[in-house]
């Protein structure tokens, strides 16, 4: 089996920690180690480090190599220009033999327990052994949440697999509100098991440009990527395949699992700072801190505040989400 890391993302609402240099994936925010160290000792678990590959931008491979020393150098693989996650899983799926297995994982989430992403994760290895079909990991919903994929499950094909009917990437809020209430919903976790002739089969039948595109393209061969990645479309993997597809089944994920979507979801995991040693609030509550200075907070509840090396933020919680204008603003500030 290959495991694919996903890490070229550049998501900036978390500014002041992460900006277009440093996204998410390299942040540390749960531990003092960043997310895509943690994605990759999640996959070390059980995987040899050879098989286990990052793709990312090329500005980000010293990054990455600093994060990950001990990585073969060929086990990056270099996008010139990002094109959002179709074009990635593709050439991330090239790395493996016809008839092996291929896992594909964002670099960015927050998943605590190892032993039970492993359990559920071994169920998709064996399902895509076993039937011709892309895989997805379905976490149980709790919040119409809309930026997320939404998956079907129609007929059960064991106690935790089901075929999907449908597949619906980020609905509006009011689909999201219908399909929370059905109760056979999952989120897409964005991790996805497959075997690359099925991936592949699939690809050319659903999304048949990306396809011609890159199939006769090695992974390896950056300077063929430079020419062609500029032509190739700049779509998820959830748009090209997933919803286009009628070969997906979902596995019930059985494990802790965030998306660190923004601050709000670092603090539902931390909790709030209230307490805290170098906080003081007076006549507020619920507040959530990050700053090695001591903060006193007076007659504000539901605030945000980070103190980071590019700035201050301090924000209600339910503006977190905007906190990518700011990273936006400073952006066009050069
Ligand atoms: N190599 C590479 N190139 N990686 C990329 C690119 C790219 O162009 N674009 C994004 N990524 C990486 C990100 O770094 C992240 O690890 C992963 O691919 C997913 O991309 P996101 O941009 O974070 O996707 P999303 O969160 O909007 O949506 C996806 O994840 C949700 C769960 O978190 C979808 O799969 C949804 O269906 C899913 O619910
Ligand atoms: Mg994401």
């Excluded at 003092?32 to 994605?39: A, F, N, S, V, Y």
């Excluded at 793709?55 to 996008?79: A, F, H, R, V």
């Excluded at 032509?231 to 395949?241: F, G, N, R």
């Excluded at 504000?300 to 090396?309: A, D, T």
Aim: aromatic share 10%; hydrophobic share 35%.
């Amino acid at each position: 089996m290959k495991a694919i890391i996903l890490a070229g993302g550049s998501g900036e609402r978390f500014w002041p920690l992460s900006n277009s240099k440093t996204p998410k994936q390299f942040l540390k925010l749960f531990s003092d180690k960043t997310l895509i160290r943690e994605t990759y000792e999640r996959m070390c678990y059980k995987m040899e480090p050879k098989d286990i590959f990052i793709i990312t931008s090329e500005k980000y491979q010293q990054l990455t190599m600093k994060e990950i020393p001990e990585i073969p150098k060929e086990n990056i693989i270099l996008e010139p220009i990002p094109r959002n996650t179709a074009p990635a899983c593709m050439i991330g799926t090239l790395t493996a033999q016809d008839d092996e297995i291929v896992t594909i994982l964002p670099a960015d989430h927050y998943i605590p327990d190892k032993s039970k992403f492993w359990d559920t994760l071994s169920k998709a290895i064996q399902g895509a052994q076993e039937l011709d079909g892309l895989f997805t990991l379905g976490i149980t919903p709790t919040r119409p949440e809309t930026g997320y994929g939404y998956i079907e499950a129609g007929k059960p094909i064991n106690n935790s697999t089901y075929k999907v009917n449908s597949f619906k990437e980020k609905p509006d809020p009011e689909k999201a509100r219908t399909f929370l209430s059905k109760g056979n919903f999952y989120w897409n976790s964005g991790i996805f098991v497959w075997e690359k002739s099925i991936f592949l089969e699939q690809m050319k039948k659903h999304s048949s440009d990306i396809y011609n595109k890159l199939i006769n393209i090695s992974p390896w061969d950056t300077e063929n990527l430079r020419k062609i990645m500029p032509t190739v479309e700049k779509i998820s993997i959830d748009y090209a395949l997933l919803e286009r597809s009628d070969k997906v089944y979902v596995v019930k994920a059985d494990f802790v699992w965030s998306d660190v979507g923004n601050w709000v979801s670092v603090r539902e995991l931390q909790g709030y700072s209230d307490n805290n040693e170098n906080v003081e609030v007076i006549n507020g509550r619920n507040v959530f801190v990050k700053s090695d200075k001591f903060v006193g907070i007076v007659g504000l509840s539901n605030i945000i505040v980070i103190e980071g090396e590019n700035g201050i933020l301090i924000t209600k919680e339910e503006h977190s989400q905007d906190v990518r204008k700011i990273s936006e603003k400073l952006k066009k500030m050069g």
